[in-house]
């Protein structure tokens, strides 16, 4: 696949990117494409601002949850009613682990990443201490220990599929079968994969899952998060039962009856506003595979690296992410003495990444919007910079509340 794809070429075209800019960041936010635009745009004026609260029902907003779940599940392999788009990340995760913790009983002890994105970490800490350590126990390890690690009594497994540092692509079908022939539950934080790299959740019979919209699937800033519940396993309680996941939501019981199938893992009422903007983004998807994407992130990912190692100013820079495509994700991350320093000075040239304490520079990439174009500006940009030395100038050391 070339950059003259016409289906990407396509989609590119309808994204809100400044020809001034760079753009390799969509691995920590997306980019607006004019389908949100157009879609939130007509959600505000018309149906909120003509029909107000029948918009319930003429416009089905009741349902995006599991209407948006729907399509999502389509992206990473998983059948219809066992994906909802609902609150965000870190609480799909709390009901998650909650929940396997119970299906597995009377086992107790939860295996995390400790590299992590911390608050997944965070989220399994706090269980723990809700439940006191004679019903859970968190137990971080490091990736790599997970060869050598006994499962025997291990409840469930919580890690992320790709690391958020790194880039590392974990071996999701290999380490789930290992840890469920023992008898774990395993649980993959997508939100560095989903609808960049193929996941085929039902095949390789993953037992729960969670991620975000707001990265590659190009929701929005604080768009909703997803979870997935096999359809197996959808007779687990949600530890935070609320009335949208009640049965009979209208009936306004005074006891709580959970709703059948995936819809019970539902708690609140969701922001119909962001729901329609993952909705219109969703749909961009629908002239591209995942795999087509998969392809160009891998060759964007790997130009990048080659022009790294090939250009005398960048050569020697320590690339964190792996050269091996079957253990990539779509990011390059390097560590730098200075990085934070230098990752200003790029956005300052308009080449736009992100910094990952304590030194690491991430350029993410994005297929569905990102070409080679790109990737050589980037790369000749980083070589001025360390070439000049303009990185020691102070402003580049200020921190913004946001790094």
């Known amino acids: 696949m070339t950059d003259q794809n016409e289906a990407l070429a396509a989609i590119r075209s309808g994204f809100h990117l400044s020809p001034e800019r760079i753009y390799l960041d969509g691995n920590s936010l997306g980019a607006l494409h004019n389908t949100v635009r157009q879609h939130v745009d007509t959600v505000i004026n018309s149906q909120w601002g003509e029909d107000l ?4 029902n003429h416009h089905d907003w009741i349902n995006l949850p599991s209407t948006v779940g729907d399509r999502i599940a389509q992206l990473l392999g998983a059948s219809v009613g066992e994906v909802l788009c609902c609150d965000n990340l870190s609480i799909n995760l709390f009901k998650c682990l909650a929940a396997a913790l119970e299906l597995n009983a009377p086992r107790t002890r939860i295996v995390t990443e400790a590299g992590h994105f911390p608050t997944d970490n965070y989220i399994a800490a706090g269980l723990a201490q809700l439940l006191g350590p004679h019903r859970c126990q968190i137990e971080p390890v490091a990736v790599e220990a997970l060869d ?4 025997s009594d291990v409840a469930v497994l919580s890690l992320s599929h790709v690391n958020f540092r790194t880039g590392t692509l974990r071996d999701l079908s290999g380490i789930t ?8 539950l395993v649980i993959w934080d997508l939100a560095h994969s989903a609808g960049v790299i193929e996941t085929a959740l039902n095949r390789h019979s993953v037992d729960m899952a969670v991620g975000c919209t707001y990265k590659f699937l190009n929701g929005g800033p604080g768009s909703p998060g997803f979870l997935y519940v096999a359809q197996r396993h959808q007779g687990a309680t949600n530890p935070l039962p609320g ?16 709703a059948p199938g995936i819809s019970r893992f539902l708690t609140g009422t969701q922001s119909v506003i962001a729901m329609a903007a993952v909705q219109a983004a969703l749909s961009i998807f629908d002239s591209v595979t995942v795999n087509t994407l998969r392809q160009h992130s891998l060759m964007l990912t790997q130009n990048l690296m080659d022009q790294l190692a090939k250009n005398p100013a960048t050569c020697g820079i320590e690339c964190l992410t792996p050269s ?6 779509s990011q390059v991350s390097l560590r730098l003495e200075h990085g934070f320093a230098i990752s200003q000075a790029l956005i300052d040239r308009g080449v736009i990444v992100d910094f990952r304490e304590p030194d690491i520079i991430r350029f993410g990439i994005a297929p569905l919007y990102n070409q080679s174009g790109d990737i050589d500006v980037a790369v000749s940009t980083l070589a001025d910079i360390l070439n000049s030395g303009v990185y020691r100038e102070q402003k580049f050391s200020k921190r913004a509340t946001v790094t």
């Open 177 to 184: 079968a290992r840890a469920q022939a023992a008898g774990a």
């Open 324 to 329: 091996d495509a079957h253990a990539r994700g």
């Open 243 to 258: 009335w949208m996941g009640h049965a009979d939501r209208f009936a306004f019981e005074p006891d709580y009856r959970p």
């Open 148 to 151: 050598t690690l006994d499962f």
């Open 53 to 56: 609260i029948a918009g319930w």
